[in-house]
């Protein structure tokens, strides 16, 4: 409907700002888990983004313009968080109902 070079155009466009927005999210992720831990605490937020924004690139390798704005959503930090928060919700929500259990195997003391 729109034609084939439209198409195109727009295709190139998605995958260039998502490897964009891919390249410098992953590496903000990544230095923030990395402070995390040099702080001495569990990244447990900074992996959630990490995963998402593994997903979102994923998306955006999938062609398809619903994919792209799935993927090009994950891959804004605002946005992000939302997805956070709900997958946070969604394992508490499984711990608490005690299909999920937590252990933690340490020789600290």
């Known amino acids: 409907m729109i034609g084939a070079l439209n198409t195109v155009l727009i295709i190139l466009t998605t995958a260039s700002l998502g490897a964009y927005l891919a390249k410098s ?8 888990i990395q402070e995390a831990t040099s702080m001495g605490y569990m990244p447990g937020n900074e992996l959630l983004h990490g995963f998402f924004v593994l ?15 799935i993927g090009l959503s994950m891959l804004i930090p605002q ?3 939302i997805y956070v928060e ?3 919700g969604v394992i508490r929500k499984k711990i ?3 299909q999920w259990q937590m252990r933690m195997y340490t020789d600290f003391r």
Do not use: C, H, W, Y
């Open 25 to 32: 999210q992953g590496l903000r992720v990544l230095r923030e």
């Open 55 to 69: 997903v979102g690139s994923f998306a955006l390798i999938t062609p398809g313009f619903l994919t792209d704005i």
């Open 79 to 81: 946005i992000r968080g």
């Open 86 to 88: 709900m997958a946070k």
């Open 96 to 98: 608490q109902n005690g």
